[in-house]
């Protein structure tokens, strides 16, 4: 051992077959601490090379004049996910009215409100909007070296969500309007959540065809909204389930095939059909959704014979999606002519919605946007 060179800790060399491991640690907490020594003193070089490069720009806040001195060092700690970082702000004081302030706070993003760095924010929104906002405290905890309690990590999700702007789709692309209901509000069945994505075919990954999807509309309540949203871009392809009249969202509108179907058992339920025939009437139906040529006459005979064998329900329900259900013949432009793409989405809104107790519709909406707009819009994707 040289002279002055520092002997490891006891603790490190136990022989618990463990030593590799409490060596690392050990100098993980040795370089952490060296790192928040080395932004400390990169920070601080920053403001002397700031200040006296740019003095002349520096005012008051008080009384504007330029007449100003450097008044020593504030201490500011802010939490990254590296531990506290202990942080000198340089000061400046006005030789008119004696103000104090620290010029540089704006400029170097640590307005006094921010006690965490953001990279440490944007891990706790994350983990926010894919879990429970306690569980993703007690993660951010247990795998960064620093905390957000759960009402932060909520309110910096608010914040977030309020920032978030969804992009605008080309009217050519073929955007897909869902709704699920969930458990928010005051109202016992909860409110629906409207999810609006573009979706178009990319390319083969291990022989498997892939979607490109972005997310357009997402918000809890009524309908309203995603009607007008929809009514501003006005895309060329529409494609929905059904339970809203959207015509005049689009220039073309295709009623899900998946859902037109999926729909049918209900209203054969309500027609008093035993369950066991109900699956060869949607199979029916299911092979003329997809028949380009006949189709749609078959379509029509189909939902006629229904009709006169007294399914009034399930008949009427085929006559109300007559008018969507071929668009895609005559208009060869949708990428896809089912909402299946969303459908992997909405799976993943219910996983999160899904809390065992009731959200506001606001924290929700906020939660699902952050989320959705991770998942398509921020690439994020290799990670959700
Ligand atoms: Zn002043």
Redesign the pocket.
């Given at each position: 051992m040289l002279p002055g060179e520092q002997s490891l800790p006891e603790t490190i060399v136990s022989p618990d077959g463990h030593v590799v491991n409490n060596l690392f640690l050990y100098r993980c907490e040795q370089s952490d601490q060296a790192l928040a020594r080395q932004v400390n003193e990169d920070f601080m070089s920053l403001q002397v090379l700031w200040f006296t490069n740019h003095r002349q720009q520096i005012v008051?806040p008080?009384?504007?004049?330029f007449n100003l001195i450097r008044k020593g060092w504030r201490n500011r700690v802010l939490m990254s996910s590296r531990g506290r970082l202990r942080m000198k702000v340089l000061q400046s004081r006005?030789k008119?009215?004696?103000?104090t302030f620290r010029p540089f706070n704006e400029w170097a993003g640590i307005p006094s409100s921010r006690r965490f760095l953001e990279e440490l924010v944007e891990k706790a929104v994350i983990l926010g909007a894919w879990f429970s906002f306690s569980r993703s405290a007690n993660t951010l905890k247990l795998l960064t070296g620093g905390a957000i309690s759960p009402e932060g990590i909520r309110r910096k999700i608010a914040d977030e969500a309020k920032r978030i702007n969804l992009p605008s789709p080309e009217a050519a692309e073929t955007v897909l309007v869902d709704a699920t209901k969930v458990k928010a509000g005051r109202k016992q069945r909860g409110e629906p959540v409207y999810l609006a994505i573009t979706a178009k075919r990319g390319p083969k990954k291990y022989g498997r065809p892939t979607c490109i999807k972005s997310l357009v509309h997402l918000h809890v309540g009524d309908v309203a909204p995603v009607k007008e949203r929809l009514q501003a871009i006005r895309p060329d392809y529409l494609v929905h389930d059904g339970g809203e009249n959207l015509a005049d969202c689009a220039k073309n509108v295709q009623r899900c095939r998946w859902h037109v179907t999926h729909q049918l058992k209900h209203y054969l339920w309500q027609d008093h059909v035993p369950y066991e025939f109900r699956p060869a009437f949607q199979e029916g139906i299911r092979s003329i959704l997809v028949d380009r040529e006949k189709g749609p006459s078959r379509y029509k005979r189909f939902a006629d014979n229904l009709m006169n064998l007294g399914l009034k329900k399930t008949a009427t329900h085929l006559y109300g999606a007559s008018d969507e259900a071929f668009t895609y013949i005559k208009e060869q432009g949708f990428a896809y002519i089912d909402t299946s793409p969303l459908e992997r989405e909405m799976r993943e809104l219910n996983r999160r919605a899904d809390i065992g107790a009731r959200w506001s519709p606001k924290g929700l909406e906020n939660v699902l946007k952050v989320l959705f707009h991770k998942r398509l819009n921020n690439n994020l994707k290799g990670q959700t």
């Open positions: 008051c008080r009384c504007a004049s006005c008119v009215c004696g103000r």
